[in-house]
């Protein structure tokens, strides 16, 4: 069985033209002594995310650029991006969706319907995203350099 290198975004605020959420690696459980509890923590915060509104599909129409793309599991390769002139994670077989990459920005408007990884310091942006995305990059290439399949899971 190939060994899967596994992201998760947990969104945690959906609100009405943006959607901001969490970026994790999952990795072995590890017991750590948080305030004096132990804690079995399966995953390591890599950075925050944002992405376009959140819509329900079933109940709303998709709007091009402006919608998050739906929960699922995806498989992730990184591919030269004729767009932007570089390498980038790019989510395969997104339903009703394509080209959706994960990329550098800082406001809704930036994201085109992907995800900009960076630090939800400020309402409704994310900054430093250059330097987020390099890590995610490095966190990816590592896992891809092993033999290992990359795939992230939106909740």
């Known amino acids: ?6 992201m998760v975004l947990e969104r ?16 072995e459980p590890e017991m750590k002594c948080i305030d004096g509890q132990l804690v079995t923590e399966d995953k390591r915060y890599l ?9 329900n599909l079933k109940k709303e129409k998709k709007v091009p650029g402006h919608t998050a793309i739906p929960e ?11 767009r932007f002139q570089r390498w980038l994670p ?24 992907c995800i900009l990884p960076g630090y939800n310091r400020k309402k409704g942006m994310v900054i ?6 390099q890590m995610v990059m490095l966190e990816m290439t590592a896992a891809l350099d092993r033999g290992e399949e990359v795939w992230i899971t939106i909740t």
């Open 128 to 133: 430093n995203s250059r330097a987020a995305l």
């Open 1 to 6: 069985m190939k060994k899967t290198f596994e």
């Open 72 to 82: 699922g599991r995806y498989r992730v390769l990184i591919t030269k991006s004729y």
């Open 47 to 55: 950075c925050d995310t944002l992405e376009p509104k959140r819509r």
């Open 90 to 113: 790019i989510l395969l077989d997104v339903p009703g969706f394509s080209g959706i990459r994960i990329h550098a920005g800082n406001y809704p408007g930036d994201t085109q319907g």
């Open 12 to 27: 945690f605020a959906k609100m009405a033209t943006y959607t901001v959420g969490h970026l994790y690696v999952m990795q």
